[in-house]
């Protein structure tokens, strides 16, 4: 069982950064795969990154290439998603997830934070 709480979401302006942090209960994290999925007032929920349990094979969607980052440290079972050049479009509700291989499909997860709120004003 893994329990996972965000945090570091926040009102920011276009242009401008946030982290986003996921903290992992648990002894098993470094054996899982993570993601981050957004999910837009209106819209299905969608994913923006995952990372592999070791770190070092990533995958992002195009929305966000070239200005998100996803990174773990595994010493401290945590996940990140460091957010540059943000805009208004990525405003929505951010979650992390735990699984047992990198996916861009929600069924490939099978452990859910409860999101955080980011809000990108213009």
Known sequence: QVQLVESGGGLV???GSLRLSCAASGRTFSSYAMGWFRQAPGKEREFV???NWSGD???YADSVKG???I???NA???VYLQMNSLKPEDTAVYYCAAGPNRSIWEW???YWGQGTQ???SS
Do not use: E, H, L
């Open 118 to 120: 980011v809000t990108v």
């Open 49 to 51: 990154a995952t990372i």
């Open 76 to 78: 401290k079972n945590t």
């Open 108 to 110: 490939g997860y099978d």
């Open 57 to 59: 094979n990533i995958f």
């Open 71 to 73: 990174s773990r440290d």
């Open 13 to 15: 302006q276009a242009g």
């Open 67 to 69: 200005r998100f980052t």
